[in-house]
């Protein structure tokens, strides 16, 4: 059976609750009509055509109905995705999913693509892994056009473990064997390809995976600590490349909703202009840019959307939060959750809080002994870790927040003694008290350079804004 007529029977199959599961639904439906505003929405689901809907409202009111779906082979993973996932839960409430089910293999690894989520401009896939060698391996996709043109996407990667679990009973085997549920156990990754402009994402592409064993590498990596010279971080070379071709659906395709805003605001003395605000079933995106005349970065700008009825979409949980910055670039783009099926006539973008680094205070000095030199005043270096393996090479800082801020990167690269750019390999944070809202970077000390480094202040305290920005559409 194809995977698109699987899905489809399942939906059938959900819709002749068996009792205990029709009595658990009364229950919340009972609960619901105590609120107007939920009683209009979710006495409807029992019906043919809010299944996927209902579905979904299964998921979030029934930890136990969860569990049992999740064990469905073809939809598990959407379970997964619609409990973690504001705007992966949206997509499935509305069928904006595209099971795909192609598997490709070689040299005993094989790929399997189970479903995608797309608009125009942002790709999803899902998919699994296994490898007859059980080594620990590392998929690497890049993004082409039906002509071997390369695409311009950045990526970002997921993973979610599915267990199952023997010693569950009751209502779930009720349901498990009512459904015919079999056990499975596995894995499902995702790449997660974001788009810049519409037009990047098409109806046929082609994905080039590079497979990297990374096992000896981590080996070595790990044995490199006590020597310094090899501390530099080095991508094992792909073992094979894999070529998978995309179909996206066309009606995936549809341009998004765009408002154009064009205001000009005050934030914390800085001009900061909202171009637009595009949604689209993935994400929203606010665009933005800064006046070359203010005296300060804007580091942190968290907006988030509001419409009539209340509904509150924050920044996005899932996948990259944003593109471009303030220094460097001039502007860039925040992302949130998808606003796409808000079916209200107005939305709202506020900004309470924000984040500024003056321009005359926006670099310290590392030293070639670990030490930092100027630093502002709520950025505090710490002693090496003393059991750290990398203790001789990092330089550790600990930093107040201020208001609350997802933020944690104190800085952003640096130039060295030669005038040479680069970054940081890597930069492990670890949130010290919520209470006090600190949290401790640290960062490899970059060899092959010439010190002293001149680096980049990226962070600075959240603070309330005394005008909480508000942009009607």
Not at 76 to 103: I, M, N, W
Not at 361 to 386: C, F, K, N, S
């Amino acid at each position: 059976m194809k995977r698109n007529e699987a899905w489809e029977d399942l939906l059938t199959q959900a819709e002749q609750i068996p009792d205990e599961l029709e009595t658990r639904l009364n229950r919340t439906i009972a609960r619901a009509e105590r609120g107007e505003k939920r009683r209009r929405w979710l006495k409807p689901l029992i019906g043919v055509t809010g299944t996927a809907a209902a579905f979904v409202l299964l998921v979030n009111s029934s930890v136990t109905f969860a569990l049992a779906v999740s064990r469905v082979p073809i939809v598990r993973e959407l379970v997964e995705a619609v409990a973690f996932d504001p705007s992966l839960k949206a997509a499935v409430a509305h069928d904006y999913v595209q099971l795909v089910g192609d598997t490709y293999t070689q040299d005993g690894v094989t790929v399997t693509i189970e479903y995608l989520i797309a608009d125009p401009m942002n790709v999803s896939v899902f998919y699994s892994l296994s490898d007859e060698q059980g080594r620990e391996l590392e998929l690497v996709p890049d993004l082409f056009d039906s002509d071997g043109n390369s695409l311009p996407v950045s990526v970002s990667f997921g993973e979610e473990r599915i267990e199952r679990n023997e010693s569950e009973k009751g209502l779930f085997d009720t349901i498990r064997g009512y459904l015919g549920l079999d056990k499975v156990q596995k894995t499902l990754y995702t790449w997660r390809l974001h788009a810049s402009k519409e037009g990047v994402i098409q109806t046929q592409m082609q994905l080039q995976v590079e497979v990297r064993d990374m096992g000896p590498w981590k080996d070595a990596e790990w044995n490199a600590v006590d020597e310094p010279e090899a501390q530099e971080s080095r991508a094992p070379e792909a073992m094979f490349t894999l070529d998978i071709p995309l179909t996206i659906e066309p009606q995936f395709l549809k341009s998004g909703r765009v408002f154009p805003v064009n205001q000009t605001v005050d934030v914390l003395g800085q001009k900061l202009t909202i171009d637009e605000i595009a949604i689209y079933p993935s994400n929203t995106r606010i665009i933005w840019h800064t006046d070359p005349e203010n005296d300060a970065w804007l580091t942190y700008l968290p907006f988030y959307l509001t419409d009539e009825h209340g509904n509150r979409v924050d920044g996005i949980q899932n996948g990259i939060s944003g593109t471009g910055k303030d220094r460097g670039y001039g502007g860039g783009t925040v992302w949130l959750d998808s606003a796409w099926y808000d079916t209200a006539e107005h939305l709202t973008l506020h900004l309470d809080d924000a984040a500024i680094v003056p321009k005359d205070q926006d670099t310290v000095l590392l030293q070639a002994d670990g030490q930092l030199v100027g630093l502002p005043d709520y950025i505090e270096q710490l002693e090496p870790d003393p059991y750290g393996d990398e203790a001789a090479f990092t330089f550790r800082i600990r930093t107040q927040k201020g208001t609350y801020h997802t933020n944690t990167s104190s800085f952003n690269g640096y130039v060295d003694a030669d005038g040479q750019t680069d970054s940081f390999g890597s930069i492990s944070t670890y949130v010290m008290s919520e209470a006090e809202n600190t949290f401790t970077n640290s960062y490899p000390m970059p060899q092959g350079v010439r010190y002293p480094l001149t680096l980049f202040v990226d962070f600075a305290p959240g603070q309330k804004l005394e005008n909480p920005i508000e942009v009607h559409t």
